[in-house]
């Protein structure tokens, strides 16, 4: 079941002053955002962000950005000491929610190859691969997983 991120007290909307916050999370993956790109997303009109924040504690978001009636996930991460704890599920249920009401009927994304437990949460929270990218990745090379959801 969807849960709107206004029913549920520990999910918000991204603010500016959660940049410092979750660029210290982001510091843990290979693939950080600085602070500069998060703000960055906060001035897209296209584009939503929420942030997992309890007693706080400020410990994962996501964001995407919205082309008529589709999506792309661009960024999720929770820091790892929250992991395994249902933070990313609700997450994206709530993103889910917030789209579904504004009329997005898909969600997209790209991961890694290599990024096994991303790809086994994708798939846990009803993602199929729809498509591979060769060496779409740098540094190091690696191909890209394109991932769909129906909402
Ligand atoms: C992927 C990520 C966002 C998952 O966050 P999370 O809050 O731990 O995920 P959840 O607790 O909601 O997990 C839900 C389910 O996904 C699957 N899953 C999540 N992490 C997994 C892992 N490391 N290995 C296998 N399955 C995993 C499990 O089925 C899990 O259910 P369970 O805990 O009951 O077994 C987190 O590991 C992360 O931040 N990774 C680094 C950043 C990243 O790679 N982001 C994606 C690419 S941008």
Redesign the pocket.
């Known amino acids: 079941m969807q849960i709107p991120w206004s029913e549920t007290p520990a999910i918000r909307p991204l603010a500016y002053a959660d940049i410092a916050d979750l660029a210290e999370i982001e510091k ?2 290979p ?1 950080a955002w600085s602070q500069d790109a998060i703000a960055a997303e906060l001035l897209q009109t296209d584009g939503l962000q929420f942030v997992f924040s309890k007693s706080g504690i400020t410990s ?1 978001w996501l964001c995407c950005r919205i082309s008529g009636c589709e999506a792309e996930l ?6 790892k000491k ?9 997450l ?1 249920s709530c993103l889910e929610q917030e789209l579904t009401e504004r009329g997005v009927g898909k969600l997209f ?1 790209e ?2 190859s290599s ?4 790809i ?2 994708y798939f ?2 009803g993602f199929t691969e729809v498509g591979r990218r060769i060496n779409y990745y740098r540094q190091p090379t690696d191909d890209a997983l394109l991932f769909k959801k129906k909402l």
């Open positions: 843990e993956e693939s994962g661009l960024k999720v991460t929770v820091s929250c992991r395994h704890r249902g933070v990313a599920t609700l994206l994304l991961v890694r990024n096994v437990s991303a086994a949460f846990q929270v």
